[in-house]
T-cell receptor
Framework: AQKITQTQPGMFVQEKEAVTLDCTYDTSDPSYGLFWYKQPSSGEMIFLIYQGSYDQQNATEGRYSLNFQKARKSANLVISASQLGDSAMYFCAMRVGNFNKFYFGSGTKLNVKP | DAGITQSPRHKVTETGTPVTLRCHQTENHRYMYWYRQDPGHGLRLIHYSYGVKDTDKGEVSDGYSVSRSKTEDFLLTLESATSSQTSVYFC???????????FGQGTRLTVV
């Protein structure tokens, strides 16, 4: 069975500091993809970053980086230099299988304090 | 923005009535998904499609059916709406294997 776990329902971070959002996954499929999405209070889902299971290097996109530890089955999102606009729900997701099922974790609500 | 439109955006319906939500895309993407979002559960996969007339169940498919008669449209039907199906429904599309999914704006459905 495929599973994505986000153990932090809510987190606070001070503006300009870095923050790590945890994500662990479980799959027996050797080929999979890991994604992070941001959902602001307006409700839309915004793609942030992607990591493939065969990628050798950790993915980075601007202030976002994905700390991929394959042996530990973790794919944590690191946001550097937090901004007030980073306050939102963050979802970890996994794509697996021949037909590309796409599973999501339960989310982490991040609050950035001024 | 990815060309994906959900309709309606808001709906209130009565228990026991059938409801159909529509997802329309202009991207010609192969994969389409329906999710429901509830507090504490994140997004849960209801059904998905990997081509015209090719659909399969997700984690929470009971009480839902889908149809995809053409590439651009993926319909989600609640056969007999119940209060437990009050939720926000998201449609998503993906082009191919290692690409991100693009999401519609969501449909807020209330079953009274």
């Amino acid at each position: 069975a495929q599973k994505i776990t986000q153990t932090q329902p809510g987190m606070f971070v001070q503006e300009k500091e870095a923050v790590t959002l945890d994500c662990t996954y479980d799959t027996s499929d050797p080929s999979y993809g890991l994604f992070w999405y941001k959902q602001p209070s307006s409700g839309e889902m915004i793609f942030l970053i992607y990591q493939g299971s065969y990628d050798q290097q950790n993915a980075t996109e601007g202030r976002y980086s994905l700390n991929f530890q394959k042996a530990r089955k973790s794919a944590n999102l690191v946001i550097s230099a937090s901004q007030l606009g980073d306050s939102a729900m963050y979802f970890c997701a996994m794509r697996v299988g021949n037909f590309n099922k796409f599973y999501f974790g339960s989310g982490t609500k991040l609050n950035v304090k001024p | 923005d990815a060309g994906i439109t959900q309709s309606p955006r808001h709906k209130v319906t009565e228990t026991g009535t059938p409801v159909t939500l529509r997802c329309h895309q202009t991207e010609n993407h192969r994969y389409m998904y329906w999710y429901r979002q509830d507090p504490g559960h994140g997004l849960r996969l209801i059904h998905y499609s990997y081509g015209v007339k090719d659909t399969d169940k997700g984690e929470v498919s009971d009480g839902y059916s889908v149809s995809r008669s053409k590439t651009e449209d993926f319909l989600l039907t609640l056969e007999s709406a119940t209060s437990s199906q009050t939720s926000v429904y998201f449609c998503a599309i993906r082009a191919q294997l290692n690409t991100e999914a693009f999401f519609g704006q969501g449909t807020r459905l209330t079953v009274v």
